[in-house]
Nanobody
Framework: VQLQAYGGGLVQAGGSLRLSCAAA????????MGWFRQAPGKEREFVAA????????RYKDSVKGRFTISRDKAKNTVYLQMNSLKPEDAAVYYC?????????????????WGQGTQVTVSS
């Protein structure tokens, strides 16, 4: 399984970015796709997850209402639309995949990771 994340960049506070995660190597039925982020000096944290089969989603509380995770089956791609960005959202964002839905918020449960994409939010 190969995951490639892209779409990061520099944006002003209040702005928007859309991250993409292109997945290849298998079909993802039964998989959970997650977005995590890691700021300097901090642990990697859960941001959002989507269950590939039924599009069930979950979010970190601080991004609810601002971020939206979605997936395009035809393109085998997962998206993270980020609106109303805040300086505290700045981090390296990673996409990841794991089988099944349980423990969707635990990074160590994910078996496949893409490279990170940097998100910088200026105040």
């Amino acid at each position: 399984v190969q995951l490639q994340a892209y779409g990061g960049g520099l944006v002003q506070a209040g702005g928007s970015l859309r991250l993409s995660c292109a997945a290849a190597g298998r079909t993802f039925s039964g998989y959970t796709m997650g977005w995590f982020r890691q700021a300097p000096g901090k642990e990697r944290e859960f941001v959002a997850a989507i269950f590939w089969s039924d599009s069930n989603t979950r979010y970190k509380d601080s991004v609810k209402g601002r971020f939206t995770i979605s997936r395009d089956k035809a393109k085998n791609t997962v998206y993270l639309q980020m609106n109303s960005l805040k300086p505290e959202d700045a981090a390296v964002y990673y996409c990841a995949a794991k089988l099944y839905w349980s423990d969707y918020f635990r990074p160590h449960m994910y078996t496949n990771w893409g490279q990170g994409t940097q998100v910088t939010v200026s105040s």
